[in-house]
């Protein structure tokens, strides 16, 4: 009967172990588990963080180009870039920042088509913890806290080279038409004033000038017959504020048998240097897309780090004719 007992004991003794290690067996698969999902963790940690391009118009050569720059060096800095079109409509723009921060993203760069009309959203998109970095173009003295930084060229200094090649080329003045970029744009504004400015006191006359609705090359020819037309001989030299709309003066110039005026227009870009080449224009003021593209990504990572960056970033301009043309790479774009 003890013997009995005993082996009863014995049978519940080993039935409870048996049930102590079921327990820490299952123990240990829950620990794995964890281990697991923080592993799984890691990765989204790793995961490239979602950022966005927005281009003032992907129709330009120059926002295209610098979509392809952003998406080919986004992973460098750990980044997924996304690309939304604002088709040059300023409402827009202003739609698709307040887009960009609906997917979420860390951080958006900027070249807004109305610097006055965007600074709501972009306020909006601080607010709501998105890094806000202005490309190409800058918001207007007194609203830049709107954004964290600003990537570009400094565009008053474009205007002032401009201004500079033309008293370099007349030393005994000559009268000059002026064919701005998109009305209300920042490059627009400072290539204008940094032009005029230039040109106080000297002996070079600015006799005309009107900007587009847009950076497009058949309302820069438009504006160029119509000037043409209104001055003809007059005109000794024509400042167009990007390359692509000078490709509409050159088309105007032909049309009218004027081969002597000389054509200075700035970007830098393949049409500009093509026609610094042929002798059609006679300056390319040059901004470099992918020197901007990485600077932005540079600083929107460094912010997303909390490290400090520098409000305001130019990027040097580099002065093109057909003397050092051979000395500098020909663009992509």
């Known amino acids: 009967m003890k013997m009995k007992k005993m082996s009863v004991l014995s049978i519940i003794m080993v039935i409870f172990m ?15 588990t964890k281990v697991n999902d923080s592993g799984s963790t890691n990765e989204t940690a790793d995961a490239p963080v979602k950022v966005a391009f927005i281009a003032q118009n ?26 939304l079109d604002a088709k040059g409509d300023a409402q827009i723009n202003v739609q698709a920042v307040d887009n960009a921060v609906a997917q979420g993203v860390k951080a958006i760069f900027v070249t807004p088509n109305d610097v006055n009309a965007i600074i709501p959203s972009l306020q909006s998109a601080k607010e709501a913890g998105v890094i806000v970095g202005m ?11 709107a954004r964290d930084f600003f990537v570009g060229v400094n565009d008053n200094q474009a205007g002032e080279a401009a201004a500079q090649a033309f008293i370099n080329h007349f030393p005994d003045g000559a009268n000059i038409v002026e064919i701005g970029g998109q009305a209300g744009h920042d490059a627009q504004n400072k290539r204008h004033d940094g032009f005029n400015n230039k040109l106080e006191g000297t002996n070079i006359k600015v006799i005309d000038y009107k900007a587009t609705q847009q950076w497009a090359t058949d309302q820069a020819m438009a504006i160029a017959e119509d000037m043409i037309t209104k001055y003809g001989s007059e005109i000794d030299g024509i400042f167009c504020h990007w390359d692509n709309g000078g490709t509409g003066v050159i088309q105007a110039l032909k049309a009218a048998k004027m081969d002597q ?55 040097p301009l580099d002065i093109v004719d057909l003397d050092n043309i051979d000395t500098f790479t020909a663009p992509e774009w």
């Open 261 to 315: 005026v000389y054509l200075v227009a700035v970007d830098g870009c393949r049409a500009g240097f093509e026609q610094v080449k042929s002798g059609e224009q006679s300056v390319t003021i040059m901004q470099n897309f992918s020197n901007m593209t990485q600077k932005s990504l540079e600083l929107a990572k460094d912010k997303i780090d909390g490290k400090d960056v520098e409000s305001v970033n130019f990027i």
């Open 58 to 83: 992907m129709a330009t050569e120059a926002m295209s180009f610098a979509a392809k720059e952003f998406e080919k060096y986004g992973a460098d800095y750990g980044f997924e870039v996304i690309i």
């Open 135 to 145: 490309f190409s173009s800058d918001l207007p003295e007194g609203s830049q806290e």
């Open 18 to 32: 048996i049930g102590v290690l079921s327990g820490c067996t299952k123990a240990t698969d829950d620990t794995a």
